[in-house]
Nanobody
């Protein structure tokens, strides 16, 4: 069983930056992908960014490309999301996701962390 714990959320003003962190614990697979999703009030959860084991091929949603940067530290079993030039539309609960490379359906999710951006 894999547990994920997010940290680094908070309330900021538009144009500010935040850095989210997510640490995995428990029995992780030999290789796994990590990602960030978010859910705004009254909206469905949506993909934000993902990164594979090598870290060479990050993927971003169009709404955050150029503003957010995903990275990982395999030694720490951690993934990060640097969020720059935050906008009010980025307000949401952000979730960390873990997915084994050879069995992505065996994924795990963090509890979520609130990010609030005010104008």
């Amino acid at each position: 069983q894999v547990q994920l714990e997010e940290s680094g959320g908070g309330s900021v003003q538009a144009g500010d930056s935040l850095r989210l962190s997510c640490a995995a614990s428990g029995r992780t697979a030999n290789t796994y992908d990590l990602g960030w999703y978010r859910q705004a009030p009254e909206k469905e959860r949506e993909f934000v960014a993902g990164i594979d084991w090598s870290g060479d091929r990050p993927v971003y949603a169009g709404a955050v490309a150029g503003r957010f940067t995903i990275s990982r530290d395999n030694a720490k079993r951690a993934v990060y999301l640097q969020m720059d030039n935050l906008m009010t539309k980025d307000t949401a609960i952000y979730y960390c996701q873990y997915a084994p490379s050879d069995a992505p359906s065996n994924d795990a999710w963090g509890q979520g962390i609130q990010v609030t951006v005010s104008s």
